[in-house]
T-cell receptor, first 112, second 115 residues
Framework: GDSVTQMEGPVTLSEEAFLTINCTYT??????LFWYVQYPGEGLQLLLK???ADDKGSNKGFEATYRKETTSFHLEKGSVQVSDSAVYFC???????????WGAGTKLIIKP | DTGVSQNPRHKITKRGQNVTFRCDPI?????LYWYRQTLGQGPEFLTY????????KSRLLSDRFSAERPKGSFSTLEIQRTEQGDSAMYLC?????????????FGPGTRLTVL
């Protein structure tokens, strides 16, 4: 079945470091791909999305490119801030069932 | 938009009791979703509605769980005879259209603790 695999956390970085959080997926069709973020004590918020191969989603300095050949949607940011500390979830959406299928989440800790 | 709201935010109950959660979606969003999230995991789909019709239910939704959306606006999720394994965060999301490209907007969740 369809699934999403994320790198395990926590990921601990110093402020201004480069961030990569890996996400790979398995899907029988052509999914849309999403990154959601959950800040402490808050609900899930969409960070960015890409709806077809080679699309790049971007928001708040974060980017991810939909790579069909490697079935990946890795999240990157050039210079992280303490305020980026949160849990990041990769998810895919398929036309066949309308639900989102989620990775387990990656906790990011940024130290000043 | 005021966002998706959920009540209560926290619920502590004893095993065997019934609990009911409410979700108010963003106005005019015709699709509403329920997910369950346990610690350290991503959300797991439970069910979804298009207007008042419940169109899909996960196998996770045992017969102790029931969800309604009577007028196509707010929704309730009831758990009967709660078990300790029901302890989780229950998330509600909504959107318009509901295709694979459409963003789902999430509420803050209801955290259930079953003692």
């Amino acid at each position: 079945g369809d699934s999403v695999t994320q790198m395990e956390g926590p990921v601990t970085l110093s402020e201004e470091a480069f961030l990569t959080i890996n996400c790979t997926y398995t899907a029988t069709g052509y999914p849309s791909l999403f990154w959601y973020v959950q800040y402490p004590g808050e609900g899930l918020q969409l960070l960015l999305k890409a709806t077809k191969a080679d699309d790049k989603g971007s928001n708040k300095g974060f980017e991810a490119t939909y790579r069909k050949e490697t079935t990946s949607f890795h999240l990157e940011k050039g210079s992280v801030q303490v305020s980026d500390s949160a849990v990041y979830f990769c998810a895919l959406g398929m036309d066949s069932n309308y639900q989102l299928i989620w990775g387990a989440g990656t906790k990011l800790i940024i130290k000043p | 938009d005021t966002g998706v709201s959920q009540n209560p935010r926290h619920k502590i109950t004893k095993r065997g009791q019934n609990v009911t959660f409410r979700c108010d979606p963003i106005s005019e969003h015709n699709r509403l979703y329920w997910y369950r999230q346990t610690l350290g995991q991503g959300p797991e789909f439970l069910t979804y509605f298009q207007n008042e019709a419940q169109l899909e239910k996960s196998r996770l939704l045992s017969d102790r769980f029931s969800a309604e959306r009577p007028k196509g606006s707010f929704s309730t999720l009831e758990i009967q005879r709660t078990e300790q394994g029901d302890s989780a965060m229950y998330l509600c999301a909504s959107n318009v259209g509901g295709g694979k490209t459409d963003t789902q907007y999430f509420g803050p969740g209801t955290r259930l603790t079953v003692l």
